[in-house]
């Protein structure tokens, strides 16, 4: 079972930037789909971003061309890049790995003025 503990959240405004990162508990070298989820209040769970052991990345419409998602296998880590933040991505972001099996608790993310 892999223990994954997500950080880089918080208060940003319109059109600001944060970084996520997502540490395992193990290695992520055997982990062939890892990826970000996000839930905002009185919504379904929705997948953000995913990305392969080979760096195959696929993101929802939604987030295309502004967030980046990136994993680095030696530190065990996989991170969300998100730039030009709007308020609709307001939500709590998790990260999963493998995509849909464990999760870590999640980072909130609040994006206003």
């Known amino acids: 079972q892999v223990q994954l503990v997500e950080s880089g959240g918080g208060l940003v405004q319109p059109g600001g930037s944060l970084r996520l990162s997502c540490a395992a508990s193990l290695s992520i070298f055997s982990i062939n789909v890892m990826g970000w989820y996000r839930q905002a209040p009185g919504k379904e769970r929705e997948l953000v971003a995913s990305?392969?052991?080979?760096?195959?990345?696929n993101y929802a419409n939604s987030v295309k061309g502004r967030f980046t998602i990136s994993r680095d296998n030696a530190k065990n880590t996989v991170y969300l890049q998100m730039n030009s933040l709007k308020p609709e991505d307001t939500a709590v972001y998790y990260c999963?790995?493998?995509?849909?099996?464990?999760w870590g608790q999640g980072t909130q993310v609040t994006v206003s003025s």
């Open positions: 990305i392969t052991r080979v760096g195959t990345t």
């Open positions: 999963s790995a493998p995509v849909g099996v464990y």
